[in-house]
């Protein structure tokens, strides 16, 4: 997208091709793009392990059909939701647990009295 931008710009009389512009950026600029990993349920993961391994069982399989149809709905419904212009939908996630303070030493670890949670919007 940023390389389309570059070449609709007032520069795009000397643009210089996308693989010369992403080695620039990289290099020169230090910068990069991250694509995160996806979050798995702990059933996708199991199979996705036990896929790994070769070791499938019919029952892996069938949980791992019925989590894929469950994400499924929820698409559905999501899609379903934006149709609907009087509709609001908000997602959140609680994220890591953070021990308040952070400390390294195991006996004064489970000791800690304070946690944070981040719970976003």
């Known amino acids: 997208m940023m390389f389309k931008l570059y070449q609709e710009s007032a520069f795009s009389d000397a643009a210089v091709k996308q693989h010369l512009y992403s080695e620039i950026f990289d290099t020169e600029f230090n910068l990069g793009f991250h694509l995160p990993s996806k979050d798995l349920c702990d059933v996708c993961d199991h199979y996705r392990k036990a896929k790994d391994a070769g070791v499938l069982t019919a ?16 698409r559905e419904a999501k899609a379903a939701n934006k149709l609907h212009s009087n509709t609001r939908v908000l997602t959140f996630n609680l994220q890591q647990v953070l021990a308040c303070p952070k400390l390294q030493v195991g006996a004064s670890y489970y000791r800690r009295k304070l946690n944070v949670y981040n719970l976003t919007f």
């Open 59 to 74: 029952d892996l399989t069938e949980q791992k059909l019925d989590c894929d149809q469950r994400k499924e709905k929820a």
